[in-house]
């Protein structure tokens, strides 16, 4: 157990819709970093924030967006839904930036 | 640009047998990190082993060793002793210890085949 918590664990939805990915990192790690895995674009860096504020930015989509709550947790919107968002989502924490990535078990979205 | 690349899509290993995956790497920063990840089929992403650009020594953890030789840009994971457990999907990540931000980023995969 990473001790990196996501909920759901499963979504299925339809393409125009908007859903909710929800993470809590480890405890006392400040950094939340969110991943999407599609079979044709392999582990994709979406975004980071570290202590509520974002740190950096990868190939995120203006539909998509996320925050880190003064408790930590984060959340990751994903607005407009379209068939090819269908993945699976990874929130990761780390303790500080030389750390290593533990991952939460992810949340698979299936865009009908 | 940052890059990983890992050449070797499947492999396959006999059961109690070594197995090197192979990880070459792109970075202009002199200060990074790389690791090794494991995907069971279960679809969690285990960490397993971590190698600073500074550390003069390869790491180890266990079955898993890390082949590091900076001058080639090579990170290739040995795992010794293969189980049939092992089979999986492993990646190959690396960090750069920037400050213009921290993202890992992941090469493609090298799936691994454990046969009895």
């Known amino acids: 157990d990473s001790g990196v918590t996501q909920t759901p664990k499963h979504l299925i939805t339809a393409t125009g819709q908007r859903v909710t990915l929800r993470c809590s990192p480890r405890?006392?790690?400040?950094?939340v970093y969110w991943y999407q895995q599609s079979l044709d674009q392999g582990l994709q860096f979406l975004i980071q924030y570290y202590n509520g504020e974002e740190r950096a930015k990868g190939n995120i989509l203006e539909r998509f967006s996320a925050q880190q709550f003064p408790d930590l947790h984060s959340e990751l919107n994903l607005s407009s839904l379209e068939l090819g968002d269908s993945a699976l989502y990874f929130c990761?924490?780390?303790?500080?930036?030389?750390?290593?990535?533990?991952f939460g078990n992810g949340t698979r979205l299936t865009v009908t | 640009a940052q890059k990983i690349t890992q050449t070797q899509p499947g492999m396959f290993v006999q059961e109690k047998e070594a197995v090197t995956l192979d990880c070459t790497y792109d970075?202009?920063?002199?200060?990074?990190?790389l690791f090794w990840y494991k995907q069971p089929s279960s679809g969690e992403m285990i960490f397993l082993i971590y190698q600073g650009s500074y550390d003069q020594q390869n790491a180890t953890e266990g079955r898993y060793s890390l082949n590091f030789q900076k001058a080639r840009k090579s990170a290739n994971l040995v795992i010794s002793a293969s189980q049939l457990g092992d089979s999986a999907m492993y990646f190959c990540a690396m960090r750069p210890d920037n400050t213009g931000g921290f993202k890992t980023i992941f090469g493609a995969g090298t799936r691994l085949f454990v046969k009895a």
């Open positions: 970075t202009s920063d002199p200060s990074y990190g």
């Open positions: 405890s006392g790690d400040l950094s």
């Open positions: 990761a924490s780390s303790s500080d930036n030389f750390s290593p990535l533990h």
